[in-house]
């Protein structure tokens, strides 16, 4: 999808320079190599109410999630995986913890993926040779994930008891020894704490010490505002410096949301193809309209619109008129009335109560005037 031209004076895109890693397939999702990073998120309904898991994983999926996460901790979430894996229309991740039998139902039920966490599984590096073997047979790639809070207790020892970047690092790469002894290296890595600072040192030093994707994540990121600001402060640097495969925004928010947060994070760096984007003012004492109210309602409005727009909504004559031309189309408001721009120019005014109205009407023309295939695919 494309943005629309408006003739203004081109802004070069700085996209990172990639790290090199090697590339696995989750599903039909290319992951590393140069592939285009992908967003994640994790189902929070029972994986046995299979039906409940499908509509979450339709959601996200709309929203526009790449792959997706589901837990399996029971017999019966085991049981549930042939038949969500069948149905879902992106790949699904089995997410194991405690027992190591799961990953190999898992296998066997299709995912694309098994997330395994060794500092959880009790026995784990017993189990690796029969995991890399059967996860290779099947063509299924592995994520070593390894969390602050679950790291593997010999290692936290040799640190003090201390989960830090080294602790983080050390435990993820002795995990991925033992399946290179046994000639499997379908492997992505995940090193998460919920410190932005220690994810972001994590990450530098894996980053150095091996060549195998990297799924980004801040854990327990905590509530929305909170949880998006650690990891859009840690995502943006690592991205920038070109680290990073697969990225989940841990939130303490239904998933679609994390799946929103994902995607802006990445639209904002220039590394996915940005969808609808609203330019709204702050707020302040000129105001002469509730901008808050107003851009809620526009959101609302546009939200699934097929045509990646720009759409400004400003509440003054200060920086509104300058801001609203810089967008595809937008909205200078004050006085009750609202002038709406496109491609740059005035083209009406319009009272308050019409604003939204009149920004849909004037966003649908312009949209039918687009050459076919631009912005439509």
């Not at 008129?321 to 004050?334: F, H, K, L, N, W």
Request: glycine share 10%.
């Amino acid at each position: 999808m494309t943005a629309l031209d408006l003739g203004l004076p081109a802004v070069p895109a700085r996209v990172p320079v990639r790290r090199r890693s090697r590339r696995i397939d989750v599903g039909r999702v290319p992951v590393g190599d140069g592939a285009p990073i992908s967003v994640q998120t994790m189902t929070t309904t029972p994986t046995a109410d299979v039906d409940a898991t499908l509509r979450q994983i339709a959601e996200v999926t709309a929203a526009g999630c790449d792959i997706v996460r589901v837990a399996v901790p029971s017999p019966d979430d085991a049981d549930a995986l042939p038949a969500i894996t069948a149905r879902s229309p992106i790949p699904v991740v089995a997410d194991i913890h405690f027992q190591p039998r799961y990953v190999f139902q898992a296998i066997d039920a299709g995912c694309a993926a098994v997330r395994v966490n060794p500092g959880n599984i009790r026995k784990f590096d017993d189990k690796v040779r029969e995991i890399a073997v059967a996860a290779g047979a099947a063509g299924v790639p592995i994520r070593i994930g390894v969390n602050a809070g679950s790291l593997d207790p010999r290692v936290l020892a040799r640190h003090g008891g201390h989960a830090n970047p080294e602790a983080l690092v050390e435990s993820a790469l002795w995990e991925c020894s033992l399946f290179e002894e046994h000639g499997f290296r379908d492997l992505k890595i995940a090193v998460k704490h919920h410190d932005p600072r220690t994810v972001i040192a994590a990450y530098r030093l894996l980053a150095e010490r091996c060549d195998y994707p990297l799924h980004l994540g801040v854990t327990e990121a905590g509530p929305s505002l909170q949880g998006s600001i650690k990891s859009a402060v840690a995502f943006g640097i690592l991205l920038a410096e070109g680290i990073g495969d697969t990225i989940r925004v841990s939130l303490s928010a239904p998933p679609a949301e994390q799946v929103k947060a994902g995607c802006h994070i990445l639209q904002s760096l220039g590394l996915r193809p940005r969808r609808l984007e609203i330019v709204s003012c702050p707020g302040c004492g000129r105001l002469q309209v509730d901008i808050h109210r107003l851009a809620r309602r526009v959101e609302a409005a546009f939200e699934g619109f097929p045509i990646p727009l720009r759409v400004a909504v400003m509440g003054c004559v200060v920086n509104g008129p300058g801001e609203s031309r810089e967008a595809d189309i937008g909205v200078s408001s004050g006085n009750g009335k609202g002038q709406i721009f496109v491609r740059g120019e005035v083209v009406k005014t319009v009272p308050e109560s019409k604003i939204v109205e009149a920004l849909l009407e004037e966003a649908m023309t312009l949209t039918s005037a687009m050459p076919p295939g631009d912005g439509r695919d």
